[in-house]
């Protein structure tokens, strides 16, 4: 789906809570910073303390609210830890009115026989099997704020299969249908619950999936940021259960 979008100026995201997976790097530190100039007070979740600090600093930098910092590995997380971390959130923050599912592996491209059962298992530990168990914890905490955004990140290949990308492909199909599942069930909340594909930007997984690809005709994260600003603003709150492209290649 594709979508007219509002001008910046007139979303505004202060006061607003928001959590961010991956935030140390790629299109997640860019939406932390992109949120963050808006108004919003970020929590940034990630595995590497020194990226999260990094964005951290760039934050404050830039005359953003000082954001929390969750450093937390999604490979190895178990539900009790989402469990502690929705309840620290409630007790810090009060609610939230945000989170962005940014982080995600890639895998290894190859034919489907030579997908191996433990990369399988670890891109699906990260891509979906974190999320659900996070997004379980996180549920009352977005119930708790006036409107909630839930934004999911999905991938030209989570809609139509393409050859070689089999355990990457099948995460996004995945994700796409957690997400429908859950905009469908709280289509008369609060809450609002949506997928974003950002399409080829310049990132560290684009890097490794198209190695012989310049880095210079790639979409820069900054580029497709109003989707992201957008999807978290009172702006969108009638949006629900869509799939929304940042770009058109």
């Known amino acids: 789906m594709a979508l007219e979008l509002p001008t910046l100026s ?8 928001i959590l961010i997976t991956g935030a ?14 808006q108004g919003a007070e970020l929590i ?11 964005t951290y600093d760039e934050i404050v930098a830039q005359g953003g609210l000082e954001p929390g910092i969750i450093p937390l590995d999604m490979q190895g997380a178990t539900p009790k ?7 620290m959130l409630i007790d810090q923050y009060g609610q939230l009115d945000g989170v962005l599912f940014n982080a995600g592996v890639l895998g ?6 030579q997908i191996e059962v433990d990369e399988f298992n670890e891109v699906m530990q990260v891509n979906l099997n974190s999320q659900f168990h996070m997004t379980q914890a996180l549920l009352p905490v977005l119930q708790k704020a006036p409107s909630a955004s839930l934004i999911f990140t999905t991938s030209s290949v989570g809609r139509t299969g393409r050859a070689y ?32 594909n950002p399409g ?3 990132t560290d997984m684009r890097a490794k999936a198209f190695p012989a690809e310049k880095s210079a ?3 820069p994260a900054i580029e497709i940021m109003p989707y992201y600003i957008y999807l978290m603003a009172d702006a969108s709150k009638t949006v629900n259960g869509q799939s929304i492209d940042c770009q058109s290649k």
């Not at 007139?10 to 809570?17: F, R």
């Open 10 to 17: 007139s979303l505004c995201l202060t006061g607003k809570k």
């Open 24 to 37: 140390g790097r790629g299109i997640g530190k860019q939406a932390a910073l992109s949120y963050a100039a």
């Open 44 to 54: 940034l979740l990630g595995k590497t303390v020194q990226y999260l600090e990094e």
């Open 81 to 87: 830890n989402y469990q502690d971390m929705a309840a």
């Open 108 to 113: 290894n491209l190859c034919p489907f026989t």
């Open 165 to 196: 990308w089999g355990t990457y492909s099948i995460s996004k199909f995945a994700t796409e249908g957690m997400m429908q599942v859950l905009a469908d069930e709280y289509k008369n909340s609060t809450i609002r619950v949506n997928c974003i």
């Open 200 to 202: 080829a930007t310049q």
């Open 217 to 219: 005709n790639v979409t």
